[in-house]
């Protein structure tokens, strides 16, 4: 094929935005070191990317699917670690293995506070001075 046109193209990709935007997207990949699956010809890859899709040695919907999955972002979070930190003033800090185990297990049957105790310690919290 001596010249490539969108006409050449207009047949497997009926949109012509979109064909340009998968042609780009190929000829990106190319640059990048994607292998060809045409003959290079002495021809620039935008070129290549046109002449690929013309003769259907690579198929537009793979084009698709990965020039979608380029413009995507993956964004990996990590989870917070537990600490162990105090729950009042005054108390020790809930060790790891107790802190997994649930409130219940962390405070133990004899560490139960009152509602006074708990609204006083509130309290006490509020009228701290703030550092």
């Known amino acids: 094929m001596a010249r490539v046109t969108v006409e050449d193209c207009v047949d497997k990709v009926t949109n012509r935005f979109e064909l340009v935007l998968l042609a780009a997207h190929r000829a990106r990949s190319i640059s990048a070191g994607s292998e060809l699956t045409i003959d290079r010809d002495n021809d620039k890859n935008p070129v ?11 198929k537009p919907a793979e084009l698709y699917e990965d020039f979608i999955a380029s413009m995507q972002k993956r964004v990996e979070t990590d989870e917070p670690e537990m600490e162990p930190m105090a729950l009042l003033p005054g108390q020790e800090a809930a060790q790891p293995e107790q802190a997994a185990g649930g409130a219940e297990e962390a405070l133990g049957a004899g560490d139960r506070m009152s509602e006074e105790d708990l609204l006083r310690a509130l309290q006490s919290q509020m009228d701290a001075p703030q550092k």
């Open 48 to 58: 290549v990317a046109l002449r690929e899709i013309a003769e259907e040695t690579v």
